[in-house]
């Protein structure tokens, strides 16, 4: 597989029975860590407008391909990708490079497995930025079955679950359409059609709206997903209830400051409840759909830039006041 030129090179890290492909950014910036979380079907490629602007504003980027994509392994039973196995994964990256803790960014899945870590492995998160998928609260049972009885058979997280096996064999045989058809912006409003929306894009013979990516950028998806196939990757679907059970003891709320940035035009909905469980939130909406950091790159950019220095000036003054007076501020709400 090529990567575009502009992009870093990769290195393979062992990390226990797993090796992760991971693409860095900043290295002489090694105290302050940032890791940036892809979401599906996607790659560490999907972070390639951010990471030279965070790694000019003093920040070591960190972009591992997660189990299941790119040059990463992808083991092959399913329960290896669930929520534990995504956050030990991160754990493990953090102890490689020596760090304590970083600030953690999340995509789509990629926001999951960031809201998870801040739930499991609270200490090793000191800020947290979430594009398009906001915190889910935990369902009063399993998520496929609660799912199922919203969204019917036909929602590709049930089908994922239902039918394993069928999905996956129609995008390995349309790798190129499907990720062609799923990658685009400003795609008109239209009734959801019959069937799973995934296998409708694989085999949907045009795409609707604009192409969020130029074809050079594209390939590296394409070439990536012919290479593996998309089982790895849906298998994170298939952990779905296994991590409802994971989470089942865990105190819910997320207490690190958190950048949330929502697409207006995105098919995910803000969740209006969100300070409920992330108290120190900040919300910011953009005008895009759900491939955010690739459809407004710069915006995003910015946006996380802005964010960043204002909480950290404001964790290093908690830091130094008494304990009494650290858990006081740490309650109260971003403004």
Not at 47 to 55: D, G, I, T, Y
Not at 104 to 119: E, K, R
Not at 203 to 226: Q, R
């Amino acid at each position: 597989m090529t990567i575009n030129a502009h992009f870093a090179t990769p290195t393979k890290i062992t990390l226990g029975d797993i090796e992760l492909e991971v693409f860095e950014a900043g290295r002489e910036n090694r105290g302050n860590p940032i890791v940036l979380c892809h979401g599906w079907p996607e790659h560490a490629h999907s972070w390639r407008h951010q990471m030279p602007a965070l790694a000019a504003a003093g920040y070591h980027v960190i972009v591992p391909n997660q189990r299941g994509y790119g040059n990463s392994s992808r083991p092959s039973a399913v329960e290896d990708y669930d929520i534990a196995h995504l956050t030990g994964d991160l754990a493990a990256l953090l102890d490689h490079f020596g760090h304590e803790a970083a600030t953690f960014v999340g995509h789509d899945w990629g926001a999951n497995v960031v809201w998870s870590m801040a739930l499991l492995r609270p200490a090793r998160v000191t800020r947290i930025i979430n594009l398009a998928l906001p915190y889910q609260p935990r369902t009063p049972v399993p998520w496929v079955a609660f799912m199922e009885s919203v969204f019917g058979p036909d929602n590709y997280f049930v089908h994922f679950n239902r039918q394993p096996g069928v999905a996956d064999a129609v995008l390995n045989a349309h790798t190129a359409r499907f990720l062609r058809n799923l990658f685009r912006k400003n795609v008109p409003p239209a009734s959801p059609e019959p069937g799973m929306m995934m296998i409708n894009l694989a085999t949907a013979t045009a795409p609707s709206g604009d192409p969020v990516m130029s074809d050079e950028d594209l390939a590296v998806f394409i070439a990536a997903f012919d290479a593996t196939g998309f089982t790895g990757s849906i298998n994170w679907y298939r952990n779905m209830d296994r991590n409802w059970h994971v989470l089942a003891d865990v105190d819910p709320i997320v207490q690190q400051p958190t950048l949330m940035i929502y697409g207006a035009q995105d098919m995910i909905p803000p969740y209006e409840n969100l300070a409920d469980f992330v108290p120190n939130v900040e919300v910011r909406t953009l005008d895009c759909g759900h491939w955010i950091q690739q459809e407004k790159p710069d915006e995003t950019t910015q946006a996380m830039l802005d964010w960043l220095p204002v909480r950290q000036e404001a964790q290093a003054t908690v830091t130094v006041l008494q304990p009494a007076q650290t858990q006081f501020v740490r309650a109260q709400p971003c403004p």
